[in-house]
């Protein structure tokens, strides 16, 4: 049996969050890690730096549990931190969820690495399903790609071989042509 990927959820309505919770479950083979806030997503991800999740959701407003929680703009920098010489984090996908419709916020967010910024209207959960799906076709084909560079390095290296053999048998048998 394999393991299920992860998803990591960080909505602060919790009504909101577990429907969103039990319909990417329902939709998708991954499993979903709710967090209230980005600091106890933050702290689960100091105590368990193993589990590492294939997608981050992330609401950008996450001040209604605790007033002075960060964003989720302020989450994000923090997990992808340029600065951490090793951080499994900076590759992976987040996407902001947000019940703004701000056109500033979103380019900014975008520009800092979010790959999506979808808004918590009637569309929300379908245009999520698209864009996660997105992701995974995404990784898909770049695990397409580098297995198909492998493969072509190996026939390269089988060529070359070929060639230095050839190169040989035809240095051989001009020899021996000019020795006779």
Known sequence: MSKKEIIFLVEDNVGFALSTKKGLEK???????????GEKMLEFVEQKPDVIPAIIVLDYYLNSMEGAALNGGEIMFKLKNPEKRVNPFRKVPVIMLTAANELTTAITL??????????????????????INNIINIRNYQTEIVMHKAKADVYRKRLIGMSVAFGVIITALVILFLAK
């Open 27 to 37: 939709e998708l083979d991954f499993e979903v890690i709710h967090f209230e806030t």
């Open 110 to 131: 975008l520009k800092k690495g979010a790959m999506d910024y979808i808004l918590k209207d009637e569309a929300f959960f379908e245009n999520l399903l698209k864009t």
